[in-house]
């Protein structure tokens, strides 16, 4: 069966709309290899909710020694987050590239610290459900619904690699997040909608 012809390009969960590639494109990041360097590269800082701003604030005198001091500068003049070039909040970001809460392992990885920090115990929140859901990218549509599509870039080739190799869709990759976004019961529902694809 050619899965590629058969998968309509737009599907619906929901109030959710989706790309049929959060299905059939096989993806597990390979930081080993990568390095992390979706949190540096870039033209802005990771997309927002207000709500996310003040939990970044919140979690701030946690992850403070863990941030470079170019960061700490860029967090003292500006704050924790910007509104970017197309009127979106993001993350505050240094030297326009790094997120100001990227850190580094003692193998360069880049490494996030409210993620870090979370992971250790020291703070209740993980960080923004943006980061968490990429390459998927959400984006808000009129009448209520909420659009999510597969976002491809080059640094992403190893975990697109590594995806293949475990045979891993999208959509099982991201099960934790995709759950902490949008509920147990939509993505089981996504889940039925695969299967019934073939996927």
């Known amino acids: 069966m050619d899965h590629q012809n058969a998968i309509p390009p737009i599907l ?15 993806f597990c990041c390979d930081l080993d290899v990568c390095g992390g360097i979706c949190c540096v590269e870039g033209d802005a800082g990771a997309p927002l ?10 979690v701030l005198d946690a992850v403070w020694p863990q941030l470079g001091a170019a960061a700490q500068a860029v967090i003292d003049r500006q ?14 970001i240094v030297d326009g590239k790094d997120c100001v809460f990227t850190c580094y392992d003692a193998h360069g990885c880049c490494l996030c610290a409210t993620e ?31 659009a999510l599509n597969y976002h491809r870039w080059s640094v992403c080739q190893p975990a ?3 995806g293949r ?21 939509w993505y089981d529902e996504l889940v039925e909608v695969a299967k019934s694809l073939g996927f």
């Open 49 to 58: 909710s207000l709500d996310e701003v003040g939990e970044l604030e919140n």
């Open 12 to 26: 619906q969960v929901g109030d959710v709309i989706f790309s049929s590639d959060i299905l059939t494109q096989c």
């Open 160 to 162: 697109v690699k590594k």
């Open 79 to 92: 704050g924790v987050a910007y509104t970017d070039r197309d009127g979106d909040l993001v993350t505050s």
């Open 165 to 185: 190799e475990l045979g891993l869709p999208l959509y099982k990759f991201l099960r934790e997040p995709l759950v902490r976004r949008f509920g147990e019961a």
């Open 116 to 146: 870090r920090a979370y992971r250790e115990g020291k703070t209740a929140w993980c960080k923004p459900i943006s980061c968490s859901l990429y390459p998927i990218r959400e984006k808000r549509l009129s009448h209520g619904l909420t």
